[in-house]
Structure formats: C-alpha cells, structure tokens
C-alpha cells in the first residue's frame, strides 16, 4: 500500500527556517518523481517544487526560489524540503505528491504557520 507521510511543520517567526520530510512506503520512491504542495486558506493548491527520481531535474514556484530546497534520499525513501526565510505567505498545509501511473498519491499534510 502506498503511503507517503509529512512531518516537521509548526510555527516559525518571518525570516525563520524550518525543514519538512515525506516518507515514503508500500513502494521504491527511486522510481519516481514527486513533488511537494502547498494549500493555503481559502486558495488553491499550489505546486510549490518538484524532483525527478534521479535527482537530475528540479523545479521551484517563482515565489519560493532562491529560498527553498527540495531533496531526496532514495535510501531512506524519503523527501525533504528545506525552507528558509520563510514569509507570513509561506503559511499552508504542505502535502507530498506522486503519480504512479495514472493513479496519484498524497500525504496528510504538515502544517506550516509563519507568523510573530
């Protein structure tokens, strides 16, 4: 059974770091690529980055650039996503995504709150 799930989220004040992590299991998630949301209240989810399962390829929203990381370690099955200089809009639920096939996956969600 495939299941992928968040953690590291909590309150951080503007400008603060916080690194948020999806393990994977029920599958090998060197196989595919995954991304990371976001959903804000009251807006749509937002592709926020993505990563090929190699590794190779790596895309970022143009508001995160610069401040974000998105990473991987196939060995531990799991994802991350550092972020840094975070901004009162960074405030959302981030979930972790794959598409296996035409079927696609999602984690809980970790809470993200970026406030003083």
């Known amino acids: 059974q495939v299941r992928l799930v968040e953690s590291g989220g909590g309150l951080v004040q503007p400008g603060g770091s916080l690194r948020l992590s999806c393990a994977a299991s029920g599958f090998t998630l060197s196989h595919y690529d995954i991304d990371w949301y976001r959903q804000a209240p009251g807006k749509e989810r937002e592709l926020v980055a993505s990563?090929?399962?190699?590794?190779?390829?790596?895309d970022y929203a143009d508001s995160v650039k610069g401040r974000f990381t998105i990473s991987r370690d196939n060995a531990k099955n799991a994802v991350y996503l550092q972020m840094n200089s975070l901004k009162p809009e960074d405030t959302a639920v981030y979930s972790c995504h794959i598409k296996v096939y035409s079927a696609h996956y999602w984690g809980q969600g970790t809470q993200v709150t970026v406030s003083s």
């Open positions: 990563i090929t399962s190699s590794g190779s390829a790596i």
